[in-house]
């Protein structure tokens, strides 16, 4: 098969041809290594790279391949994003001081991957610590969209997308502490999910108030297939999701009968929104319309001004807890700026912030009482130029301006609930402009059957960027 159609073929499909012994195992890994090879030095996508151990585990995977039963993934490439532990490989956090460090162990989450029969390629490049919604972390080089690479992927899994998007890998694994899955697949023009709180275990870690890991892919079916292999509780978890009735991914051949759906275009906090991110969000409303959904005269949900300070508050303090942390002087001066402020919040005007995130969470999910989804931009304007955002003698402005990017994303990181973002639009660049979908609290089922239905009426996967 020629390498171009296998590099933008989806994981499932590639899972299924591995296992009719129409492709190997060690074929794909060729495929994607070669485009790395190519690519990866104009797009900085990856932050490392194991082709050679991707070649052992494909000629293992290979002899693997002789009528029995596999895991669902065996054999197919995938990116681990730069933010989690895998054993024996490094794990640089972003952090130009933790150039050399070797995890020691798998997080679960990559176990799971691992387990399921994907090979990692690489891990992908990622914001220091992830602290921020563009990826161009100090020491390292910034991930260039493959649309314009004069433009950043968003962050923080800004790498995993890119990677997507690129054809460096049919999918990749990518997490969202507020927003961080959704805004590079909005701004590289690919589908990603945020998973609801506890859908996905943080061992051996503690579980994370704001993060989940999710997927980042180029179709809804290798999204919820990936979800399904990362989901689940771990042994002391301190929360988590009620497992789904089914499996996710039957859910994207399934319809997700008539929807009350709510459209807005609104920011959740003060923000200037571009006309092509308003318009692609009634856009999507007016093809749920013809779908046959009810859209509803409702009033949007209102993320109060006190709200936003107080998961600044969370960030900042989150930040300044991270355990180990290197040398301060090392770190960028966003993360410094970060750090200081968090040290200064004391324990009870933390323990208050979180008190309000949870009082006014409560408001926010109760909107799902009289809905089923909402719509709304998932970014507000195209992708940023790189190094246009950076403004190292104030670098607390800084991060607040970049948060102007992103004013429809992170109450969902509070609230719990699940989103995910669609490749739907494009602006009169001709750059990528996604649509954001809210479900109620554990419904990834509903928001997958209904990305199905909504990628059967209007299909994304032919769409490729210049650099592909």
Not at 97 to 109: F, G, K, L, N
Not at 157 to 169: K, N, Q, T
Not at 230 to 241: E, I, K, L, R, V
Request: negative net charge.
């Amino acid at each position: 098969m020629a390498d171009a159609y296998l590099a933008f073929t989806p994981a499932t499909e590639l899972a299924e041809l591995v296992r009719l012994k129409k492709v190997s195992p060690v074929e794909l890994v060729d495929v994607y290594a070669k485009r790395i090879e190519d690519l990866n030095p104009t797009l900085g996508a990856y932050l490392t790279v194991t082709l050679d151990e991707a070649r052992d585990d494909a000629r293992r995977a290979e002899g693997a391949v002789n009528g029995r039963e596999l895991p669902p993934f065996h054999g197919v490439p995938i990116s681990i994003k730069d933010l989690n532990e895998t054993a024996g490989v490094r794990t640089t956090y972003g952090c130009a001081a933790y150039a050399d460090r070797i995890s020691t162990y798998d997080d679960e989450v990559v176990a799971r991957i691992k387990r399921a029969g994907f090979i990692m390629l690489g891990k992908t490049n990622t914001p220091e610590y992830g602290t921020t919604c563009f990826t161009d972390p100090p020491g390292y080089y910034p991930a260039r969209n493959p649309w314009d690479t004069e433009r950043t992927t968003g962050g923080s899994s800004g790498g995993a997308a890119g990677a997507v998007a690129a054809g460096l890998c049919p999918v990749a694994q990518g997490s969202d502490g507020g927003g961080s899955v959704r805004i590079p697949a909005s701004l590289c023009g690919l589908y990603g999910i945020k998973p609801s709180r506890g859908r996905i275990s943080h061992a051996p870690g503690p579980q994370s108030f704001l993060s989940q890991s999710g997927p980042i892919s180029r179709s809804v079916l290798d999204a919820a297939a990936l979800l399904d292999v990362m989901s689940g509780y771990a042994t002391g978890d301190s929360w988590w999701a009620s497992a789904p009735e089914r499996p996710l991914a039957d859910e994207a051949a399934r319809r997700p009968g008539r929807l009350r759906v709510a459209v807005s275009a609104a920011p959740l906090f003060q923000a200037e929104i571009a006309p092509a991110n308003i318009a692609a969000a009634y856009a999507a409303g007016d093809l749920l319309r013809r779908l046959g959904h009810e859209i509803v005269a409702t009033q949007r949900p209102k993320w109060p001004d006190q709200l936003a300070e107080d998961f600044f508050v969370t960030w900042s303090v989150r930040t300044a807890a991270i355990d180990p942390l290197p040398p301060f002087e090392t770190l960028e001066p966003v993360n410094q700026a970060l750090i200081e402020f968090g040290r200064g919040v004391d324990a009870p005007t933390y323990e208050k912030a979180q008190r309000r995130i949870m009082r006014e969470s409560r408001a926010l999910v109760a909107f799902f009482d009289d809905v089923d989804v909402l719509v709304t931009p998932t970014v507000a304007g195209p992708p940023p130029v790189i190094g246009s955002y950076r403004d190292p003698a104030n670098p607390i402005g800084e991060f607040i301006n970049a948060a102007a990017l992103v004013p429809f994303t992170p109450p969902w990181n509070t609230t719990g609930q699940p989103a995910v973002s669609l490749p739907l639009h494009s602006d009169e660049n001709g750059l990528p402009v996604g649509v954001q979908i809210v479900g109620r609290p554990g419904d990834e089922a509903t928001l997958i059957r209904l990305s199905a239905q909504i990628e059967e009426a209007a299909p994304w996967a032919d769409k490729r960027p210049p650099v592909s």
